[in-house]
């Protein structure tokens, strides 16, 4: 093989290097959001399993207060034993921002059992780039024992189903589009007819 063989040799094993290099990044570069946007939804149907599983379990506080104690459109306030110990704990569920679902425990001190919302014990970001807020859609929906939709004038105790949903979408003008997710509980620990 002459050196001039060898020169083309190179420079042609050198031009389908560079094409390949430029495709495998050219693929990893358009299929990056794809990628992001399943992370985010596969993080925000986790966080939707476990704020129903909590929801479900829903019970009546250390205090003796009524299980479900805050009803808005992004955020719900309840009392769960959500770590299966002796105590049940506050938890609260929250659109906080325009765009993260977080979920705060506050554990009942004293020897009288009293709940300090000031400060959680415990908060976790369940998901982030939550729509609902941008797209004008309830996170939560209540519903009482007929079935018929909360409204302002419903009061806690009347309410026995809820609806979970969430929209996520990491960026609004891309595709793919937005990923609703829902879910829904019915409160277990409430009985009517004793």
């Known amino acids: 093989m002459s050196f001039v063989e060898m020169i083309i040799v190179l420079t042609i094993f050198s031009i389908l290097m560079i094409a390949l290099g430029n495709s ?7 299929n990056a959001y794809t990628i992001a946007q399943s992370y985010q939804v596969f993080n925000a149907r986790r966080g939707i399993e476990s704020m129903v599983r909590d929801i479900r379990e829903m019970t009546f506080a250390d205090d003796g207060a009524f299980p479900l ?6 955020l719900i306030g309840f009392y769960s034993d959500i770590d ?24 009942a001190t004293g020897g009288t059992p009293a709940y300090n919302t000031t400060v959680a014990d415990e908060t976790l970001i369940l998901s982030e780039f939550v729509q609902n807020i941008i797209d004008a ?9 007929t079935g ?4 302002a004038t419903t009061s806690v105790t009347d309410i026995r189903f809820i609806r ?13 589009g937005q990923f609703m997710l829902r879910s829904s509980a019915s ?8």
């Not at 495998?24 to 358009?30: H, S, V």
């Not at 409160?187 to 004793?194: E, F, G, K």
């Open 24 to 30: 495998i990044a050219t693929l990893y570069r358009t």
């Open 69 to 74: 104690a805050r009803m808005e459109d992004h």
């Open 84 to 107: 299966r110990d002796d105590s049940v704990e506050y938890v609260e569920y929250e659109l906080a921002t325009s765009t993260i679902l977080t979920k705060r425990v506050y554990d």
């Open 137 to 145: 859609t309830s996170t939560f929906m209540y519903f009482d024992t």
């Open 148 to 151: 018929t939709l909360a409204t």
């Open 164 to 176: 979970v949903q969430s929209i996520v979408n990491i960026d609004p003008v891309r595709d793919p």
């Open 187 to 194: 409160l277990r620990n409430i009985i009517d007819n004793i």
